[in-house]
Nanobody, 124 residues
Framework: QVQLVESGGGLVQAGGSLRLSCAASGRTFTSYAMGWFRQAPGKDREFVAS????????KYADSVKGRFTIFRDNPKNTVYLQMNSLKPEDTAVYYCASGRGSYPVQTDWSYDYWGQGTQVTVSS
């Protein structure tokens, strides 16, 4: 059974940083792309970032480009999201997801396993 467990969320002031982690188990981690999505209250879930199975290709939403970095440690079966220069509009529940293939994509239907989410709150 595939499990994705996020950690690292919390409360931070605007301009601060957080690093989210997602530990994966139950499938061959190195075969699949990974992604991060987020959902703010009253809004649809949106794409944040994704990374290929090898880690060599990444994609970002325009709203986080230059501030967030996705990377993975394949021997540890873990994907990370480093978030810098946080803004109040980054407040959301952040979810990691495991892709159906090895190439990073932005559509949520391209991911077949999801974590439970971790809350990120950015105060102004």
């Amino acid at each position: 059974q595939v499990q994705l467990v996020e950690s690292g969320g919390g409360l931070v002031q605007a301009g601060g940083s957080l690093r989210l982690s997602c530990a994966a188990s139950g499938r061959t981690f190195t075969s699949y792309a990974m992604g991060w999505f987020r959902q703010a209250p009253g809004k649809d879930r949106e794409f944040v970032a994704s990374i290929s199975s090898s880690g060599g290709t990444t994609k970002y939403a325009d709203s986080v480009k230059g501030r967030f970095t996705i990377f993975r440690d394949n021997p540890k079966n873990t994907v990370y999201l480093q978030m810098n220069s946080l803004k109040p509009e980054d407040t959301a529940v952040y979810y990691c997801a495991s892709g159906r293939g090895s190439y990073p994509v932005q559509t949520d239907w391209s991911y077949d396993y999801w974590g439970q989410g971790t809350q990120v709150t950015v105060s102004s």
